[in-house]
């Protein structure tokens, strides 16, 4: 059982430069998440997706776009990257419907440095 | 100020001792109050959720939450070098996209 899958896990960009962060999770969850954890931050939510073929904007959106290109795959893109996207990015999924515990478990991927000089 | 305020430590403690871990908040509209572990170079994982004010145990984990003092505690008893990691806090309303995490709590737990 894979649970989320983030790639690359390591990146280096220069200024100006685009990329795309790929996410997929196998659980069938409806709702996924893009984070950004800076030191001294804590978490911040970028976007998310409550379901297939919807977005919305988070904490800290600028600077980036997202696609949720089916159930599984939630993608983060930095068309032009700069230096204070320098962070580990997160992806995060739950099932977010209806009551009970499964509703609080967000399961986070591994990450994915990135630094941009 | 943040909504959320966690002391980042870091914190080192013999094998077997009791850890104490805080957060306070501002936001009175948080409901549900999350604990997350996450060692180096790895993703949170949840470890104890609690809905409201209240205490909830789990092995030699506990979580407190006082909503009227905006306070939220989490203890781990008899502390192994397995414990050590960083604890973040996390507490949302209604919505699962309205989570705000602490800083996190670095702890080390030494042999």
């Known amino acids: ?117 | 100020q943040k909504e959320v305020e966690q002391d980042p430590g870091p914190l080192s403690v013999p094998e077997g001792a009791i850890v104490s871990l805080n957060c306070t908040y501002s936001n009175s509209a948080f409901q549900y109050f999350m604990w997350y572990r996450q060692y180096s170079r790895k993703g949170p994982e949840l470890l104890m959720y609690t809905y409201s004010s209240g205490n909830k145990e789990d092995g030699r984990f506990t979580a407190q939450v006082d909503k009227s003092s905006k306070y939220i505690s989490l203890f781990i008893r008899d502390s192994q070098p397995s414990d050590s990691a960083t604890y973040l806090c996390a507490m949302r309303g209604v919505n699962n996209n309205d989570m705000r995490f602490g800083a996190g709590t670095r702890l080390t737990v030494k042999p």
């Open chain 1, 1 to 117: 059982n894979a649970g989320v899958t983030q790639t690359p896990k390591f990146q280096v960009l220069k200024t100006g430069q685009s990329m795309t962060l790929q996410c997929a999770q196998d659980m069938n969850h409806n709702s996924m998440y893009w984070y950004r954890q800076d030191p001294g931050m804590g978490l911040r939510l970028i976007y998310y997706s409550a379901s297939e073929g919807t977005t919305d904007k988070g904490e800290v959106p600028n600077g980036y776009n997202v696609s949720r290109l089916n159930k599984r795959e939630f993608s983060l893109r930095l068309e032009s990257a700069a230096p204070s996207q320098t962070s580990v990015y997160f992806c995060a999924s739950t099932f977010d419907r209806g009551r009970g515990v499964a509703k609080n478990i967000q399961y986070f991927g591994a990450g994915t440095r990135l630094s941009v000089l």
